[in-house]
């Protein structure tokens, strides 16, 4: 079945990184997309940014060009999404979702929740 | 403010039917992109419900179906049960290809 599981909960200080990951399993790895969405408390979705395992190609939200990288480990099958100076604001729970370009989204990771705090 | 308009929050008794909307603009929905809708319960992932307008994916009863026209889109909910109170969201995409959400509606079951 496909799974996709997250890293654990993060508290980071304003300015800081943070360094999220998607292991991928049950269905060929290099075959979809994934993309990152994030949920600030009491708020909505937001779109961050997608990947393509297939090459590594990437295309991100323009609020987050400047500060997010997204990374693929083909030999372990999994994404990684860094976002960097990071603010108060930033506090939400992230998650990764197995889609194609353009598409919805039936597999959802867990979510990982990063707090920044001073 | 998401670009994808829903109301805030809607409300129904057991057994009605209630409508949530999702308005766009010629550049995302009326651009011919298709919209996808999302149930979330407290703590979890969101879940699937209706994708490319008007389809449910296998395991979602049929009480709940899409529509979609110009430049919005509706998620009906019929035979409201107690267990349909979630937070229901919106998705298209624009013509940068970036996805994007609406706001979410806060479905009560009274």
């Known amino acids: 079945q496909v799974q996709l599981v997250q890293s654990g909960a993060e508290v980071k200080k304003p300015g800081a990184s943070v360094k999220i990951s998607c292991k991928a399993s049950?269905?060929?790895?290099?075959?979809?997309?994934i993309h990152w969405v994030r949920q600030a408390p009491g708020q909505g979705l937001e779109w961050m940014g997608i990947i393509n395992p297939s090459g590594g190609s990437t295309s991100y939200g323009q609020k987050f060009q400047d500060r997010v990288s997204m990374t693929t480990d083909t030999s372990t099958s999994t994404v990684y999404m860094e976002l960097s100076s990071l603010r108060y604001d930033d506090t939400a729970v992230y998650y990764c979702?197995?889609?194609?370009?353009?598409?919805?989204?039936?597999?959802w990771g867990q979510g990982a929740l990063v707090t920044v705090s001073s | 403010q998401s670009v994808l308009t829903q109301p805030p929050s809607v409300s129904g008794a057991p057994g009605q039917r209630v409508t949530i909307s999702c308005t766009g603009s010629?550049?995302?929905?009326?651009?011919?992109?298709?919209v996808h809708w999302y149930q979330q319960l407290p703590g979890t992932a969101p879940k699937l419900l209706i994708y490319a307008n008007t389809n449910r994916p296998s395991g979602v009863p049929d009480r709940f179906s899409g529509s979609k026209s110009g430049t919005s889109a509706s998620l009906a909910i019929t035979g409201l049960q107690a267990e349909d109170e979630a937070d229901y969201y919106c998705q298209s995409y624009d013509s940068s290809l970036n996805a994007l959400f609406g706001g979410g509606t806060k479905l009560t079951v009274l």
């Open positions: 049950g269905y060929t790895f290099t075959s979809y997309h």
């Open positions: 010629g550049s995302n929905i009326g651009a011919g992109y298709d």
């Open positions: 979702a197995r889609g194609v370009r353009v598409s919805w989204y039936v597999y």
